[in-house]
């Protein structure tokens, strides 16, 4: 009886003892898998951008084989569609910069003057209620901001010159300008709220006003976010695809009057690809090549944002 | 002496009216920021109230705009979310822990930080891109619901990589160390004590996020999801239409009814959009209690 009790008691601890094992063998593997399957989960982003150089470069490449590159960035007429066919950047360059100079000369004004106010003006009360709503703006679908632009804005520029036809530069830019007030102002209110208290209370305590204090002490040393914003929110203007393509319409135009209608690089790519391109044609390539354009610029762009706001930040 | 103070008076006075003056200058500008918002809403809600119609739902777009709907851009959009928002949180959250709480400060973690911050910065177009040359045309998904929703899953990746970054960078290092003084392994820390503690921040990114990319247009006007829709998709591998789709569809028809119709399609994506967005802020909030 004793004996088969013991064997039992014997029995039922080898089995534990492997259940044990087994359990402690499952948590060893998984301790060891579990890194690699989520650096893989990691690297996803760096083939992402893989991806992208390699598509663009390899696409490019082509189209550059049947359109010189020089006749590319330097050819004042585009017209992929209409014979004769012509593939010159610029005026899908100077359209796109059109767009970005408006939005800048509406949005950093104003995203500043937002940023200058809810860090050192506002009260707290009022701080809470603004930037929630600054950032609903953020959020808004481009496509709304289309709409927007197409239903208020021209019309409203229309009333004002007679010579500004349905699509124009102006509106776009302006409710481009809108949708990157935010960026502005939220990033430059980051950098100003870094700023550290005693330099203010240092301003004050020598009779300076609040504006005195904003002006010269505050805007001064945070002035490497405020220009990074600027050049994020830059940056941001040229990508921006929906709104130009709705409302500043599909005619490449070299021109400096904000009421003509133009268009912009990527309201070209839209274009492109509402139509029904064969694979391989020169137009399916065009796209490609005005891609890699915008890609370079933009990614110029935010490299050097990350570089200004890192360099030359005030250390306190 | 008393010219002086006088002097000195009229200086402070003046200093203290150009203060005056450019606080409400500042003020004027915040305004215009939320004037915009406002005058956006009204003009909005004023053209697209009328057709707020259970016709809109049920309906598929058609060549008239009377009793036009978007039946398949509604579903189009739901489905994509479906299929996106496990992919895209399987796979940001899982870079996120990687980065946080196992990378080895180095060059390479450094390179694949870099690289997310500048991804986060590339235009929603040149995704679109992307996915017509990966998706579409490489491994041959066509024009289809899987191609459309794992384009917009790398697009959203970045932004759910940083987000579920700074929410597990926000767990205690001493929930850690209770986790380990317990004998419990690396992997069994992460999961079963870190993961939870940061799981609504991760979870309010996850929805921004999403809500982010309900709103994209461009990227799916590039792999050409399209337009015009009669039909519901059945399968991954179906063609698909989303809201800013055949909102953009009817806003580019010169007809005023068409314009009408992209009003009301506005209104449910800017419901649908603050329904998420809500629900993120009553996860924040929840989370911020429990801290």
Redesign the interface.
Known sequence: MQSEGLQSIDQAQTVNKELYEFKNKR??I??KL??V??????????L??I??VF??IT?TYQFFKQIPILDFLFGTKWSPLIPPKSFGVLPLLSGTLMITFIACLVAI??GL??A???SE??PKRVRKI?KP??E??A??????????A???VTPLIQSLFDSAGVFNALSAGIVVG?MI??MV?SLSEDAMSAVPRSLRDGAYALGA????VALKIVVPAAFSGIVASAV?AF??A?????IV??AAGSTPNMTVNPLDSIQTM?AY??QV??GDTP?GSIEYGS??AV?MT??VI??LL??LA?YIARKFREEY | MNIFQDANRTQIAG??R??WL??I???V??S???I??C??IV??LI?GIARLQPDLFTNFPSRRAEGSGMKSALVGTIYMLLIMAPISF??????A???EE??KKGKITR??QL?????A??????????G???FV?LLALDRSLIAGALTMT?LV??II?VSAQEAIRAVPKSRRDASFALGA????T?YRSVLPSALPGVLTGVILAM??A?????PL??I?AL?YVAFLPEGLKDSFTVI?IQ??NW??KPKVEF?EL??SG?IV??AL?LLM?FSAILLRNKYQKNV
């Open positions: 948590v060893s998984m301790n579990m890194p399957v989520l650096f893989l989960c990691a690297s996803v982003s760096v992402t951008t991806g992208i598509t663009l696409e004004p104003l003057a937002s200058i106010y809810l003006y506002a603004i709503i600054l609903v703006l959020g808004v679908p481009t496509i709304v901001y289309g709409y927007f197409l239903s208020l809108i007030i935010p102002s006003t609040r504006f005195e994020l940056s941001r040229i990508g921006e695809t929906m393509t709705v990527t790519i839209v690809s509402l694979h796209i490609f891609g915008l890609f933009t990614f935010n490299i990350q | 200093r203290r150009t203060d450019l606080h200058l500042f003020v500008a915040t215009i920021g939320v915009a918002l005058a956006l003009d909005i053209d399987i796979f940001g959250v899982g870079a822990i990687y980065l196992y990378a390179l694949i690289n997310i911050s500048t991804l910065g590339v235009p929603s177009i040149v995704y679109g891109i992307l017509l040359a990966l045309r790398l990746l970045p990589i392994t690396k992997w069994q992460v809500s982010r309900i709103g994209e247009t461009a006007v590039m050409g337009t800013p909102v953009y806003l580019s314009q992209a009003a506005i994506l800017l959009l967005n």
